[in-house]
């Protein structure tokens, strides 16, 4: 009995260290690129070229103040807030009213045949859309920045209504129900009522859409690679080179520059993503 207590304590262990073994090799791997990143970003050139993978003797300042003074780096900084901004601000502002709309009717027909609809674009390949997008934005005069917030809009749309669908389902209608008795409006309801109690699903939806929007390289690449001056920071640091040379310390430092702000975004968000996405799974 108690060899068998033994044998099954040890396969614990032997289990547990295997978990942790893997979960450290993931984070290593995770980090790794970071640490390079973050070392290359604050050497000088020739340091780099002693050696690429030691830490900096000191912090070189002069990558970022290049990024900012020869790149015109702010210029492509500011096309990826404007985009960002206004494309997750339009997200927010219709799909919660559009799954607002389809969770209190889903027993109708129509609306039913609507959730299906949008639904059904989770399943179509982007791959298989490219070719046509590419063509009708040329022909709709939509290789812009209003064509790429569009295009966002629309691939967003299918997740974000998902989410809230399911999400709205589960709070009370017995709560609009009253606020309608005293007098609250429909749209009032969902105002007052509804909007604050699925903040934490809408804060998910919020920072998952500002998260891929920031990062967007194939959009963005198909939509605005023709002019320079609407590029993203993706499109920016794709095109990132001279003609025979690369400056490493100075693309990386540009790199470093792009992912602070949604770094941070995620940070201050986190602690709503993980109650959004638990929370509809147990609410009553």
Same mark, same amino acid.
């Given at each position: 009995m108690e060899a068998a207590k033994k044998h099954i304590s040890m396969k614990s262990v032997l289990f547990k260290v295997l978990v942790y073994g893997l979960l450290l090799a993931g984070l290593l791997l995770i980090l790794y690129p970071l640490y390079i990143t973050v070392i290359t970003a604050f050497k000088s050139p020739a340091e780099s070229t002693q050696n690429f993978f030691a830490f900096p003797k000191s912090l070189y300042l002069e990558n970022f103040k290049s990024v900012f003074k020869k790149a015109n780096y702010?210029?492509?900084?500011?096309?990826?807030?404007?985009?960002?901004?206004?494309?997750?601000?339009?997200?927010?502002?219709?799909?919660?009213?559009?799954?607002?709309?389809?969770?209190?009717?889903?027993?109708?027909?129509?609306?039913?045949?609507?959730?299906?609809?949008?639904?059904?674009?989770?399943?179509?390949?982007?791959?298989a859309l490219m070719v046509p997008l590419v063509n009708y934005t040329a022909a709709l005069n939509l290789n812009n920045q209003f064509g790429?917030?569009?295009?966002?809009?629309?691939? !967003?749309?299918?997740?974000?209504?998902?989410?809230?669908?399911?999400?709205? /389902?589960?709070?009370?209608?017995? @709560?609009?129900?009253? &606020?309608?008795?005293?007098?609250?409006?429909?749209?009032?309801?969902?105002?007052?009522?509804?909007?604050?109690?699925?903040?934490p699903m809408l804060v998910t939806v919020l920072v998952l859409n500002a998260m891929w929007i920031w990062n967007d390289f194939q959009l963005s690449l198909m939509i605005l690679n023709?002019?320079?001056?609407?590029?993203?920071l993706p499109l920016f640091q794709y095109n990132f080179k001279s003609q025979y040379t690369f400056d490493y310390n100075m693309a990386f430092a540009s790199y470093l520059? !792009?992912?602070?702000p949604i770094i941070l975004v995620y940070i201050f968000a986190? /602690?709503?993503?993980?109650?959004? @996405?638990?929370?509809? &799974?147990?609410?009553?």
């Open positions: 702010l210029r492509y900084f500011m096309n990826s807030i404007f985009v960002t901004v206004v494309s997750v601000a339009v997200i927010m502002l219709l799909t919660p009213m559009c799954a607002y709309a389809i969770s209190r009717n889903m027993k109708k027909k129509y609306f039913k045949f609507v959730y299906l609809y949008i639904l059904a674009g989770l399943f179509v390949p982007f791959q790429l917030i569009l295009l966002h809009v629309t691939f !967003a749309a299918p997740q974000a209504v998902f989410l809230l669908v399911n999400y709205i /389902r589960s709070v009370p209608q017995d @709560l609009e129900s009253a &606020a309608l008795i005293d007098g609250c409006t429909t749209f009032g309801a969902y105002w007052r009522i509804v909007l604050p109690l699925i903040s023709k002019s320079p001056d609407s590029w993203t520059v !792009a992912i602070v986190q /602690r709503y993503i993980v109650d959004g @996405l638990t929370q509809g &799974a147990v609410k009553s």
